[in-house]
């Protein structure tokens, strides 16, 4: 399931609001590490990421190994996960920085009302009508700016699986289609509602819920949010679910992907930090799908996925993990 930071972005918005006429200093790319060619990926990569950070703390501590290794992290634009405490500011923040910088902000609003069915991400807005409040402040917050929205992870692939039903599931939907409605009012928002995965459920049983939860009203959807699947399984997936919802786009989080799912062991933990994971393909718009609209890091390669295979509270920096994910990238 997602983890999400349990304070996503405090010490950038210390950052940004420090350097507010300033637009903020993209990392170097590094040399040995394969990616997209500059101006590729139109999404902004923030300075002060934890991954940045830990690159900084090897470098401090003369381990300059790591630091290269880590390095393939931090200078890749990943998602930027938007908190419960201050919704409008941070979305602000993120946005205004990645203007200045002459690219869009990549999101991703995580606070359904019993987010994670009360696993290792357990949180999410007290109510429906604090969650129409929680999007509302994040719209006004992105404003005009432009930005790629992917909206709750697991929300409709959770009410599936029964952790939401009847009313309550009813209602799950509702909140979602609201979302949707209320950011597509932003004149430079995409949305792309979360479907899950290709290990998860068939698209045949999720394209009547993700209707109902307003895909034919946002610009496509996601897939592999977090998860491990590889890329040309997350593109089939997403192709015959495509064809099941109007022909709509989709993105593939390859954050984790590059050595597919951990098969061995007890599969309800298969996607909870688990061993000999490897980064996938670095974000890239440049898929050779016109279906497939990009490559994203929407999981956030190095933080946990919870107090599970080795790994801190969720969102947590993992250093050890994320040094695997990174020795092990193609």
């Not at 983890?3 to 950052?15: H, K, V």
């Not at 009847?166 to 979360?194: C, F, I, M, N, S």
């Not at 068939?202 to 496509?220: F, N």
């Not at 919870?306 to 993992?318: N, T």
Request: hydrophobic share 40%; net charge positive; proline share 9%.
């Amino acid at each position: 399931m997602p983890a999400r930071p349990p304070a996503p972005l405090a010490a950038a918005l210390a950052l940004l609001a420090a350097t507010a006429c300033a637009a903020p200093t993209p990392a170097p790319a590094p040399a040995p590490a394969p990616g997209p060619a500059a101006g590729e990926v139109p999404y902004w990569v923030n300075p002060d990421s934890r991954a940045a950070r830990a690159v900084a703390a090897h470098r401090a501590a003369g381990r300059s190994a790591e630091a290269a290794l880590l390095i393939r992290i931090s200078t890749r634009p990943v998602a930027e996960w938007i908190g419960s405490d201050r919704p409008e500011a941070e979305a602000r923040a993120v946005t205004e920085a990645a203007t200045k910088a002459g690219l869009a902000a990549l999101l991703v609003l995580y606070a359904i009302p019993n987010r994670d069915c009360g696993q290792h991400s357990a949180g999410g807005a007290r109510d429906g009508t604090a969650y129409r409040a929680w999007v509302d402040a994040v719209a006004r917050g992105i404003g005009g700016r432009r930005a790629t929205v992917v909206l709750e992870p697991d929300a409709v692939m959770h009410a599936l699986d029964g952790c939401a039903a009847g009313q309550r599931r009813d209602e799950r939907y509702a909140l979602l289609k609201a979302a949707v409605d209320r950011l597509k009012r932003q004149p430079q928002v995409t949305v792309h509602l979360d479907a899950g995965n290709a290990g998860w459920a068939a698209p045949e049983r999720l394209a009547a819920p993700l209707r109902q939860a307003g895909v034919t009203a946002a610009d496509g959807f996601a897939v592999n949010v977090s998860n491990f699947r590889t890329t040309e399984e997350s593109v089939a997936y997403g192709r015959r679910l495509s064809a099941l919802v109007g022909g709509k786009p989709f993105v593939v989080d390859t954050s984790r992907n590059g050595n597919g799912p951990h098969l061995a062991g007890d599969p309800a933990e298969s996607w909870c930090n688990p061993p000999g994971r490897a980064l996938g393909t670095p974000p890239t718009l440049r898929t050779g799908d016109p279906l497939v609209r990009a490559y994203l890091w929407i999981k956030r390669p190095g933080e946990s996925d919870g107090e599970c295979g080795g790994g801190p509270k969720a969102g947590e920096w993992f250093d050890a993990y994320a040094l695997e994910l990174a020795r092990n990238a193609r």
